[in-house]
Every structure is written in structure tokens, then in C-alpha cells.
């Protein structure tokens, strides 16, 4: 006879609460090695191996470097990109685990990946998200009705800690940056693994966990004191964000055009400042 419950929806939230666990016993592990490169390495390698087995092929999840636009402007350290099937594929590595880089409108999401979210690490990620570049050619199906709000949060911006402070001091330090630092690239989501998540409202609103509607642009905030699926339900709202994303993609082109017409000009200033010798 079946163990299983009769309403799935309970094997769903068990399986994606032991890969939570799985996670966390995988970034322990990690933590034996003395060198914190080492560390952190693995644990984006952790993160990038749950993520290749839960998105769709469509997704080329790749190690970061940075995100770069048509005006030649590059981002900071990005750990994590996933990006789409139609773009330039700057493929370093065969099992892409090797830095990388690629254009901002080729990106359905970014992720910054911390061991432990306090306040330095907290300010160090979200400045590597704020400097996104935010010039995006895209050519939107002129059809398409539903969808238009949701290509604009392209990319969507994550950071994932292995652990860190508490809820309520990640928001204090969040309300502090963003005193000063404008919210245009504000991560959609803060993880802490198994502990808390921090979940911005999309153009639709999110339901928080009273059930009422949480208006666009503002976050749900959910711990263990409120939730005991904390885990489970901060890994499935991961992928649904980008799996939100990633389903648009078939309704938009990236104009290519720009870049084209800014390389050549690069090469005709470049040829000036070093003309061919003869």
C-alpha cells in the first residue's frame, strides 16, 4: 500500500522541504574546508545543481561574472545567471561551472549566493544587484496582453544564504540600504535557507500569509515563527518566479541591432587610435 498522502500538494511541499534539507546538509559538508573561496565555490555549485534539476531546458543556468548591455556597460560580481535559449552563450566550461558572462536581455534571472547573510555580505550583495545594467533592447510580441509586466522585471534578482541573521534584522538592514540606494534593481527575493525569505509582489500582488494582498513592489516576509514549511516554500517560489519569466520568452527578441551597431563603431575608433600598418 501507498504511503503517499491523497492530496499530492503535501508530497509536493515534503519533497521540496528535504531538498531545503538536502541543501543545507550539503553546504555544511562545504564548510570542512578551510579556504573560503573553496567554500564559497561549492556552495554555488550546491545552488546551481538543485537549480539545473527544476528548471526547463529552455534555461541555461551558468556561474556568473557579470551582466553587461548595448551601451557597454558591465555589472559587478554576478554568482549565478540564468539565462535564455535565444541569446549569445558564452559558455566557458562544458557543465558551465566556469565564470561567465552574458547581455542583460538574455538573462531571466541573477543570483547573488552568501554562506551567511549578515550585514556586510547583505549591503555587498545587493550592491552587485544594483549595479545590473538596466538599458534593455526587447522587441515585445505587440499581441501579447498579460505578459508585458512581468518581461519587464526581467532579470529577476535573487540573493540565496545558507544562513544569516534574523528576519527582522535582514529588513532593518534592507530599510538602511535602501534609505540611500534607489530600489530599481531591489531583489525580488531574499532566501535564507530554511529560515526566512523575503518575497517582492509582481505586478499581480502576492498574497501574504493572512491572505490578504500585498500590493506591487512591497514584500512578504515569512520565518519559522509563522510558517514550518518556511524551506519548502521559499525553494518552490524560486523556481515558479523564474519558471513566470522564462514561460514569456517565446514572445520576445532581443534586438541584437544595437549591439552590432556599437561594435562596429567601437572598431572604427579602435582602427583610428591604431591604424592597420601597411
Not at 573553496?38 to 529552455?58: A, N, V
Not at 535564507?192 to 501574504?208: D, H, L, Q, T, W
Amino acid at each position: 500500500m501507498s504511503n503517499s498522502s491523497p492530496n499530492f500538494f503535501v508530497d509536493l511541499i515534503r519533497y521540496f522541504g528535504d531538498q531545503a534539507d538536502d541543501i543545507q546538509t550539503q553546504a555544511s559538508k562545504a564548510g570542512i574546508f578551510d579556504n573560503k573561496g573553496d567554500i564559497g565555490s561549492t556552495r554555488e555549485d550546491i545552488l546551481f545543481d538543485f537549480l539545473s534539476h527544476h528548471i526547463p531546458t529552455r534555461c541555461n543556468i551558468i556561474k556568473g561574472g557579470f551582466v553587461f548591455d548595448s551601451l557597454g556597460n558591465r555589472s559587478r560580481q554576478i554568482d549565478l545567471m540564468i539565462c535564455n535559449d535565444q541569446t549569445f552563450q558564452f559558455k566557458q566550461s562544458q557543465d558551465n561551472k566556469t565564470k561567465s558572462f552574458n547581455c542583460v536581455e538574455g538573462c531571466f534571472a541573477v543570483i547573488s549566493v552568501k554562506s551567511f547573510l549578515n550585514k556586510q555580505s547583505l549591503t555587498e550583495a545587493l550592491d552587485n544587484l544594483g549595479s545590473l545594467p538596466t538599458t534593455k533592447k526587447l522587441k515585445v510580441n505587440p499581441f501579447l496582453t498579460n505578459g508585458k509586466d512581468i518581461i519587464k522585471t526581467m532579470p529577476q534578482k535573487y540573493i540565496f544564504a545558507y544562513r544569516g541573521d534574523s528576519k527582522d534584522t535582514i529588513n532593518k538592514n534592507c530599510e538602511e540600504y535602501y534609505s540611500t540606494h534607489s530600489l530599481e534593481n531591489a531583489p525580488d527575493m531574499i532566501v535564507v535557507n530554511n529560515e526566512c525569505y523575503f518575497s517582492r509582489a509582481g505586478p499581480k500582488g502576492i498574497k501574504g500569509d493572512d491572505g490578504e494582498l500585498v500590493p506591487r513592489g512591497q514584500y512578504v516576509m515569512i520565518d519559522k515563527s509563522s510558517s514550518n514549511y518556511v524551506g519548502a516554500t521559499a525553494l518552490f517560489q524560486l523556481i515558479s518566479r523564474i519558471l513566470t519569466v522564462s514561460v514569456w520568452s517565446p514572445h520576445i527578441e532581443i534586438d541584437f541591432e544595437a549591439y552590432t551597431y556599437n561594435i562596429d563603431k567601437t572598431i572604427a575608433e579602435e582602427h583610428k587610435k591604431n591604424p592597420v600598418k601597411e
